[in-house]
T-cell receptor, first 112, second 113 residues
C-alpha cells in the first residue's frame, strides 16, 4: 500500500537541462527525506526536512535544491544535470525525525 | 571504507530454508540498527529495528544485535520466493532528535522454488 507518492516514475533528459521531482506523503508524518540510489544500489541521504524546515543537507552539488511547501510535500530540483546524476531518487518520510522511514517507489533519472 | 558493511553480497537458499544475513559497523557511534528490504522496481521497506542486545523476533524474521562487536544479523526462516529481494542494513547514532541513516551496500537474496 503506497503512502509516499513520487512523480514522475522515469525521466530522460540531456546534460545541462533542469529537472524537478515531486514527492507527497499521506501519512501525516513530520519529517521527509531525499535519497540517491546509484547504479550499484548504494543508498545515500541527500536532504531531510522537518515540518518544512531543512535539517540535514549532506554534501551534494549546489545544483541540487530541495523545496517544501508544507510538511506533506518535498520536491527536488536539479539545475543543469550532469551524467553522474543518473540514478534513482527516493523520497521517504517518518513520523518524527527518530522513527522508521517509509519510502516511495522512486524516480529514475537518466541523463544522456 | 563504508561504515556499514554487509555480507554476503549475494545468497541463494531453497524455498523453506533459512537465510542468514550479516551486518557490521565500523563506527562505535552507530548503536541503532534497521533492516530494510527492497524488491525490484520498488522503494525499500522497513522490516524491523533493533536497538538492544539480543534477539528480536517478528514472524519469520529474527534480528540479533551484539553491541560490543557492533554486529547485527537477520535470519529468515521458512524462506519464500517472495522474500527474494535486496536486503539493507541501516545504522544510526542518536544525534539529538534526528535519525540519519547510513546504509550498507546490501545483500541480494534469491529463494529458489
Amino acid at each position: 500500500e503506497t503512502a509516499v507518492f513520487q512523480t514522475p516514475n522515469y525521466h530522460v533528459t540531456q546534460v545541462g537541462n533542469e529537472v524537478s521531482f515531486n514527492c507527497k506523503q499521506t501519512l501525516g508524518h513530520d519529517t521527509m527525506y531525499w535519497y540517491k540510489q546509484d547504479s550499484k544500489k548504494l543508498l545515500k541521504i541527500m536532504f531531510s526536512y522537518n515540518n518544512k524546515q531543512l535539517i540535514v543537507n549532506e554534501t551534494v552539488p549546489r545544483r541540487f535544491s530541495p523545496q517544501s511547501s508544507d510538511k506533506a510535500h518535498l520536491n527536488l530540483r536539479i539545475k543543469s544535470v550532469e551524467p553522474e546524476d543518473s540514478a534513482v531518487y527516493l523520497c521517504a518520510s517518518s513520523p518524527t525525525g527518530w522513527d522508521t522511514q517509509y519510502f516511495g517507489p522512486g524516480t529514475r533519472l537518466l541523463v544522456l | 571504507q563504508q561504515k556499514v558493511q554487509q555480507s554476503p553480497e549475494s545468497l541463494s537458499v531453497p524455498e523453506g530454508g533459512m537465510a542468514s544475513l550479516n551486518c557490521t559497523s565500523s563506527d562505535r557511534n552507530f548503536q541503532y540498527f534497521w533492516w530494510y528490504r527492497q524488491h525490484s522496481g520498488e522503494g525499500p521497506k522497513a522490516l524491523m529495528s533493533i536497538f538492544s542486545d539480543g534477539d528480536k523476533k517478528e514472524g519469520r524474521f529474527t534480528a540479533h544485535l551484539n553491541k560490543a562487536s557492533l554486529h547485527v544479523s537477520l535470519h529468515i526462516r521458512d524462506s519464500q520466493p517472495s522474500d527474494s529481494a535486496l536486503y539493507f542494513c541501516a545504522a544510526s547514532e542518536h544525534a539529538g532528535s534526528f535519525n540519519k541513516l547510513t546504509f550498507g551496500a546490501g545483500t541480494r537474496l534469491a529463494v529458489c522454488p
